[in-house]
């Protein structure tokens, strides 16, 4: 009995697209029983609804078998792949080299479910006990790479694990924006390692609260509306687009990187929409 198309199923075109960049069967393994676009709605769902892999509804193949191709594909780098392909093909869409000169880190802490797991800590700032996640972004917001590490790591810590081999990966990069979390010690790094420029992007308020006045001074009024940060509120959007994903409202997941997994393969799901 063929299955009611949900709303979160690849299209045809989207299908096209995704398709040829799916391992294939191994010469000597055996065929595969189910079909593997059944297999990437079934994961597309479980990102959009946010459900345990145990409730995936009995229309999809069996959950046991859709987490075997979303670990099997985590582990070979299968998702990290696929976006890289998608993203290429979107930024030439848009007119820009398939790969970025410019990139944007920053960090967004998340809690944990008291499931636990490894990689947990406290996020004394944000009042957040859960973990961090790093993102690289370019330009247009669209990812990079992504590690997941426990919330009490500093950012400026995290940002260094995030960037490890990135040249490999991104040999055009020639520059970063960050916020001013990230001290001129980690500016210093970036430029002793990699050879490129950081630009520290601060709030226009930062300070104002250690400020100092004479006596009988009243401090310049703080204005408090909203402000857009220069490329910093790129990837603040980047987090919107993830959380409209319900699987990653929280950080549900035992392993950060079955984390990191579901935020390549949701990335890769949004970038999708771009191409249909």
């Not at 199923?9 to 393994?29: K, M, Y």
């Not at 690289?136 to 490890?164: I, P, R, S, W, Y």
């Not at 703080?222 to 959007?237: A, L, M, T």
Request: proline fraction near 6%; charged fraction near 25%; aromatic fraction near 10%.
């Amino acid at each position: 009995m063929k299955r009611k198309p949900d709303n979160t199923d690849v299209s045809d075109v989207e299908w096209a697209i995704i398709e040829p960049l799916i391992p294939g069967v191994q010469p000597s393994g055996r065929p595969r029983l189910r079909n593997p676009r059944e297999i990437v709605n079934a994961i597309f769902y479980i990102q959009r609804a946010g459900c345990a892999w145990r409730l995936l509804p009995h229309e999809f193949p069996p959950w046991q078998t859709v987490y075997y191709y979303f670990r099997a594909w985590q582990i070979a780098g299968v998702w990290q792949a696929m976006l890289k392909a998608v993203r290429e093909r979107v930024r030439q869409m848009l007119g820009r080299q398939a790969t970025p000169s410019a990139g944007i880190i920053d960090a967004q802490s998340v809690k944990t479910t008291e499931a636990g797991g490894c990689e947990r800590g406290y996020d004394g700032g944000k009042k957040v006990k859960g973990r961090k996640r790093h993102l690289l972004v370019d330009t247009q917001g669209f990812l990079l790479k992504a590690k997941v590490l426990a919330a009490n790591k500093a950012d400026q810590e995290g940002a260094k694990q995030l960037l490890e081999g990135i040249k490999q990966q991104f040999p055009c990069l020639q520059h970063l924006w960050v916020d001013g979390g990230y001290r001129t010690t980690f500016v210093s790094w970036v430029k002793e390692h990699f050879g490129w420029s950081v630009q520290r992007v601060q709030h226009p308020n930062a300070g104002f609260r250690r400020r100092i006045t004479a006596p009988g001074v009243e401090p310049a009024p703080i204005d408090r509306s909203f402000q857009v940060i220069p490329r910093r509120w790129v990837v603040e959007r980047t987090y919107g687009w993830l959380g409209r994903y319900r699987r990653l409202s929280k950080d549900y997941e035992c392993l950060p990187e079955t984390s990191e997994a579901f935020i390549y393969s949701t990335s890769l799901r949004i970038l999708l929409h771009r191409l249909a």
